[in-house]
């Protein structure tokens, strides 16, 4: 062969390996445990692995990723209920979170409404090859879990890089190779080949030891916190990896809050029902083993260990920007600007500025106390404008109206936002204040469809044709809430729901400081994009309202 062809050749592989994604970060993931299967009892959670440089070509095989891919999420359940029985799955990190196969695309709020839409349309398109007949709505179907888990749950990412950019590729390669040669059958058996147990056989292919069982705390069983836990330890030890973690907090809205995931002796020193009667059993021998166990080697807290190594997750993924995807960039300079266009908020822009900090500031992933203080209080000012009585009136007429009632026992199956509250805090003066201002009750049971391009919208209340109220609805998605169509009434509504729920979540359940700058910036948008006269259009299409227009004058609806 000519020299000449030769270099070309060349020229074109190294091009093509250029062109691969220099990322192949591997990691164990966990999520919180829901009110389906065995969790209930054991507050387990599940354990998944998240694989940047590979991809989902379809739930079944894996490719590797092409530029610009976020990667993938897989993972073993007892039972998708796929027209087989596979044994795992993948698919696309977006999907996986948000429930969208456009990444970037972030979620706004959350219901059972949102969350079934969401499915429905992930099983019709990406699922599609392995979920078209057999597949079922039985709660213990774990296709489900598969499309929007952040809707119902929290979730840790524990995260590292290849040991040098040469074996990246190869590290990919070989994760590919080993998901899609060996048989696909479901062998799920709870003790001994468990979700856990695939992570810690996927994960320590490519880092040997990295992950194993806690034999003292879960009873020689193979747990997901025992998946992460161990794979921590040794990441800390391994520095040339550059360990990191992510967190994907739950989606404010409707949604039963989850618990937290616990190893074995943690679940039963914090759980009066196991503990009591393990303490009046045989010289409290078994009680005093679990107290032993958990405080010598089982103690393992998962946000601290987060907030140890946090990461951005727009950091993290940062992908490309596209026409389609709505990319707020945070800035003084762009906040004050779109505060500025609106009439009312005139004398709100100069006091009250919207992102206060510094760039460095803005750095820290998780925020400090006095950040968020800042962020309350230019929120109150916002939600007490006469523009945004307005609209929470119409909504709920005689108060702003909340999505549910608000507690602060924190305990498992509570609403979203029940879960999340710090006890003893409503003496704070923002606080209470802030608590009157959550999402509508007409929220909760609005409909949801998906449009074209996979994104969802929320109608309140479609007035019919037996009035003259037009059909409203909102975008439920950073990609589609300021689009054409969706009414600003509504969306400002929603915004202020999301905002006043990141402001008085507990750390555990709260987005990260640059996940909040975006939906700050979002809010104020949207409070930008109000009407002259707010709340006329929400009365309107109020059900009381509408039922009085459709009645016959003069008679009660």
């Known amino acids: ?169 190869a590290q990919d390669q070989a994760i590919v190779d080993r998901l899609n040669d060996a048989p696909n059958r479901n062998q799920y058996r709870t003790l001994t080949n468990n979700c856990s147990d695939f992570t810690r056989g996927l994960v320590n292919s490519v880092f040997p030891h990295s992950v194993h069982r806690d034999v003292l705390n879960d009873l020689a069983m193979m747990s997901p916190k025992a998946a992460v836990h161990s794979f921590t330890t040794w990441a800390v030890r391994h520095p040339g990896l550059d360990f990191y973690t992510l967190h994907f907090a739950q989606q404010p809205g409707d949604m039963p809050r989850t618990g937290v995931a616990r190893s074995g002796t943690e679940d039963g020193f914090h759980m009066k029902k196991y503990l009591i009667p393990a303490a009046l059993i045989g010289d409290h021998e078994v009680a005093g083993s679990f107290f032993v166990a958990y405080y010598c080697t089982g103690r393992f807290s998962l946000y601290k260990q987060y907030a140890r190594h946090a990461v951005a997750s727009t950091e993290a993924f940062a992908p490309e920007p596209t026409q389609a995807s709505f990319k707020p960039q945070p800035g003084p300079l762009t906040s004050n600007l779109i505060l500025a266009s609106h009439p009312a908020a005139r004398d709100l822009a100069p006091a009250h ?44 007429p005689g108060s702003a109206g909340t999505s549910s009632v608000v507690t602060n026992t924190g305990e498992p199956g509570e609403p979203a936002l029940a879960g999340s509250l710090r006890p003893g805090r409503e003496a704070h003066p923002h606080r209470a204040a ?9 929220f909760a049971q609005a409909a949801v469809s998906i449009d074209s391009q996979g994104l969802p919208w929320l109608a309140p209340g479609d007035a019919g044709p037996a009035t003259s109220v037009p059909f409203r609805k909102v975008g439920l998605s950073s990609a589609n809430i300021l689009a054409p169509g969706s009414d600003p009434e509504l969306a400002f509504t929603l915004m202020l729901g999301r905002v006043s729920y990141a402001l008085l979540a507990r750390d555990h359940f709260r987005e990260t400081m640059p996940e909040f700058q975006q939906d700050w910036v979002l809010l104020q948008q949207c409070f930008a994009a109000l009407p002259t006269h707010p709340g006329l259009n929400v009365a309107a299409a109020t059900p009381a309202t509408r039922a009085t227009q459709s009645s016959p004058a003069g008679q009660a609806p």
């Open 1 to 169: 062969m000519p020299f000449r062809c030769r270099f070309s050749l060349g020229l074109l592989a190294l091009c093509a390996l250029a062109a691969v994604p220099a990322r192949a970060d591997i990691g164990v993931a966990l999520a919180d445990p829901t009110t389906i299967g065995v969790s209930e009892w054991t507050h387990a959670g599940h354990s998944l692995v998240y694989l940047s440089g590979v991809c989902a070509d379809t739930p079944v095989h894996a490719r590797l990723c092409a530029p610009g891919e976020q990667g993938s999420i897989v993972t073993m359940y007892p039972d998708f209920h796929e027209d087989q029985p596979y044994s795992w799955n993948i698919v696309p990190l977006s999907l996986y979170l948000e429930g969208s196969l456009v990444p970037g695309e972030r979620l706004l709020y959350a219901s059972h409404n949102v969350k079934r839409a969401l499915e429905q349309h992930g099983r019709a398109t990406f699922l599609r090859p392995v979920c078209n007949h057999a597949c079922t709505d039985q709660p213990h179907s774990y296709w489900h879990d598969l499309v929007g888990s952040t809707i119902d749950r929290d979730l840790f990412f524990f995260v590292v890089h290849s040991a040098s950019s040469s074996d990246e590729l």
């Open 434 to 442: 802030i608590r009157k201002v959550l999402f509508p009750t007409a």
């Open 353 to 396: 500025p919207t992102l206060p900090d510094t760039q460095t500031e803005t750095a820290n992933v998780l925020g400090n106390s006095a950040q968020w203080a800042r962020y309350r209080q230019q929120f109150l000012a916002m939600a007490s404008s006469p523009e945004a009585q307005a609209i929470l009136s119409a909504f709920e």
